[in-house]
């Protein structure tokens, strides 16, 4: 809807409006408010966490230190840092989610500008354009023309005479105090030469009179579109004969010169031609891949950047655009050899974007990959989902990221990394490990740059359900996973180094998936769904009370338990104690003891900030808690394994059945699944 200058001016005078750069209004839709960041520990250092890129249904998942990086970018070029003449440039693996945050970026962004609340003032944003050009002559049947820029029109209030007195008390004149002409001018810049021109010829038209020059200009909101590239825009590299400097800068328009009678106007130029113009007013233009570029398009970029303007045969355009790339690796190293092409990255600010290294976030992004929808088999047919199959593809490709080092293996690396515990290594361990990798040159090897992305968890989970077992089974059954990234490995990991590193690293997934197994069927068996998780804490609890002061000779223990805040009475159970403690390979008493200490340690420092945490996260207590109580419990049939292959005599089968029915009932499995996991725990299959 289209209004007055005067009335545009006013309202940003009154507050109502905002006359902003793209970096400041960034800045304030990430940060304004009072629970807009929050103080979050990750990989054992402290570190913020903004909420704004933590909303809606496939949000941002990790990248915390890329996203601390890029708001302090743009807060530092909103503050005239030197951030304002720079670029943000990712660089990474494919796969690993650069696009992805760039194209969230730009769809907050365009939602955060056309957000209307009442009592708040407007973000949208405006720009102007001159109407009755029929008047001034010289245009043809051009009429109206909009600014090619999309300038806001506090630039050209700024501009509306031709002297910046004249200019200030025009504004002053409708209602700006000395502190708002200050602040509009410190975001001063000229008219774009198009709009300049073209103003020169009105005021001319108008002898000056400044009430005739308004009835040419009208103030409109600037179109807002994610398929027109306004506001937000993308270019992505192209070969080298079709790309030119068109794409992003505009040319001479045959069209326009039809019309126009002066050829030295530099609106004969068409500048909505190229990508920049699009987003020239307060915008984002993403430059996706940005140095695969030819030369002279890399050349290009570098004068936007370093003067934020559009420069054709000498008129110029100012841009008002965060500018943000990304390139892979690869492309980037082979950028870098060509000496001559140092300047630009002068004007970069480079961020290396690690893969996602903590599983728990990655479960998240696997169910992302694995679809919301429901999933159907080739016949239409419902197709089930094994409850282990997220863990088993999220733990499959985090410990193939886990960079190779002498101090963690990759199983208490990928722990430590959840802020989980990994037996006696602290966090502190994890902190030395990173810090040393990442004070390597060769980008490749410093943590979590190197492993399998996103784009090859998709396929692994592709090649599950195009397999004949997921389709005659009805099932996407967990143990299939591995074959499916044995097969990602072979076919598009190149280099034989990887390849043999991340086959040793499905190995480590195999047995961890065991473990997972083992516990589904210990719940099944006592046909209790959080059988294990009590067992564990009932030894966790035995130790502690075993040395309590008020343990009476019946060795029965009252505690408080954290979780409900009753008095719970227990048994304490040396036998017990003993069989897990000698399955964890604790011999002597000191170890136990040293261990017993670990244990209380730990219960301690997390029970303050989580009163329901269970020690589930502690795979070493967990295997000997399920394993001896499977052991004890089917003494008299032998064991499990034998009771559920023989199935011969009447009371294995049921003790099967029942176990089908608990998992099917209780557990969330499916016939097809509930079998396959019964079948794979009576196996040897990934026991070491």
Request: glycine share 6%.
């Amino acid at each position: 809807m289209a209004e007055s200058l005067d009335s545009h001016i006013k309202k940003v005078i009154e507050g109502n409006r905002y006359f902003e750069n793209v970096f400041q209004t960034v800045t304030r839709m990430i940060l304004d408010g009072s629970d807009k960041l929050e103080k979050v520990t990750v990989n054992g250092r402290s570190t913020y966490d903004f909420k704004v890129f933590r909303s809606g249904s496939k949000h941002i998942i990790g990248m915390f230190d890329e996203i601390n990086s890029f708001v302090s970018f743009v807060k530092d070029a909103a503050e005239s840092g030197s951030s304002a003449e720079m670029s943000f440039v990712l660089i990474g693996e494919p796969g690993n989610g650069k696009t992805y945050f760039v194209d969230y970026l730009n769809k907050i962004y365009r939602e955060y500008v056309t957000l209307a609340k009442d009592g708040f003032p407007d973000n949208m944003r405006y720009t102007f354009r001159f109407n009755n050009l029929d008047k001034i002559g010289g245009y043809g049947k051009i009429t109206s023309i909009e600014s090619q820029t999309f300038e806001d029109p506090m630039v050209l209030a700024m501009n509306l005479f031709e002297t910046q007195d004249s200019n200030i008390k025009y504004i002053s004149k409708l209602g700006a105090k000395d502190a708002h002409i200050e602040k509009f001018y410190k975001s001063y810049r000229p008219l774009g030469a198009c709009s300049d021109y073209i103003f020169n010829q009105i005021r001319n038209y108008c002898n000056g009179d400044i009430t005739k020059m308004m009835e040419f200009i009208e103030v409109v909101p600037q179109p807002i579109s994610e398929s027109r590239g306004t506001l937000t825009g993308k270019y992505a590299a192209k070969d080298k004969i079709t790309s030119s400097a068109v794409d992003l800068l505009g040319e001479e328009s045959i069209s326009r010169l039809l019309h126009i009678s002066d050829t030295n106007n530099p609106y004969r130029f068409d500048l909505r031609r190229g990508a920049l113009a699009r987003v020239a007013g307060g915008g984002i233009h993403f430059a996706d891949e940005i140095f695969k570029n030819k030369k002279d398009l890399v050349q290009v970029y570098l004068g936007v950047i370093q003067n934020r303007t559009i420069d054709i045969e000498g008129f110029k355009w100012p841009l008002d655009t965060l500018i943000i790339a990304t390139s892979n690796n690869s492309e980037f190293a082979r950028f870098l050899e060509e000496k001559e092409q140092a300047p630009i990255i002068d004007r970069c600010r480079l961020t290396y974007m690690a893969h996602n290294t903590n599983y728990k976030l990655q479960q998240e992004l696997t169910s992302f990959a694995i679809g919301s929808r429901e999933k159907t088999t080739f016949s239409g047919q419902k197709l089930h989902i094994d409850p282990n199959l997220n863990y088993a593809i999220s733990v499959s490709v985090i410990l193939t990221r886990m960079p190779p080092n002498d101090k963690l293996t990759p199983v208490e690396m990928m722990k430590l990394a959840a802020g989980e515990v990994a037996g006696e290594k602290s966090i502190k361990t994890l902190v030395e490990v990173i810090n040393e990798l990442n004070n390597d040159p060769d980008i490749t090897k410093r943590f979590g740059q190197k492993g399998l992305g996103h784009r090859n968890l998709g396929r692994a989970i592709q090649v599950l359900l195009e397999r004949s077992e997921t389709q005659e089974g009805k099932c996407m059954y967990a143990g299939d996973i591995f074959p499916a990234y044995e097969s990602i490995i072979l076919d598009y990991i190149q280099e034989p180094n990887d390849r043999i590193k991340y086959a040793n690293d499905l190995k480590i997934a195999r047995g961890l998936h065991r473990k997972n197994v083992m516990m589904a069927i210990f719940n099944a068996y006592m046909d209790e769904p959080s059988a294990v998780e009590k067992d564990v804490m009932i030894y966790v609890n035995m130790i502690i009370g075993i040395d309590a002061k008020n343990l009476g000779p019946d060795k029965i223990w009252t505690y408080k338990d954290p979780q409900t805040g009753k008095l719970v009475p227990l048994k304490i159970d040396e036998t017990f104690i003993d069989s897990v403690e000698a399955r964890l390979g604790l011999k002597s008493k000191e170890q136990k003891q040293s261990y017993r200490t670990t244990i209380t340690k730990i219960y301690g420092q997390k029970m303050i900030q989580d009163p329901n945490y269970n020690f589930m996260d502690n795979n070493e207590l967990v295997k000997a808690v399920t394993d001896v109580r499977l052991k004890s419990d089917v003494a008299g049939a032998g064991s499990l394994v034998g009771a559920l292959s023989n199935r011969t005599n009447e009371e294995n089968q049921k003790l099967y059945n029942r176990m089908i029915d608990t998992m099917m009932n209780k557990l969330g499995y499916c016939k097809t699944c509930a079998q396959k996991t019964i079948e794979y725990f009576c196996t040897q299959d990934d026991a070491n």
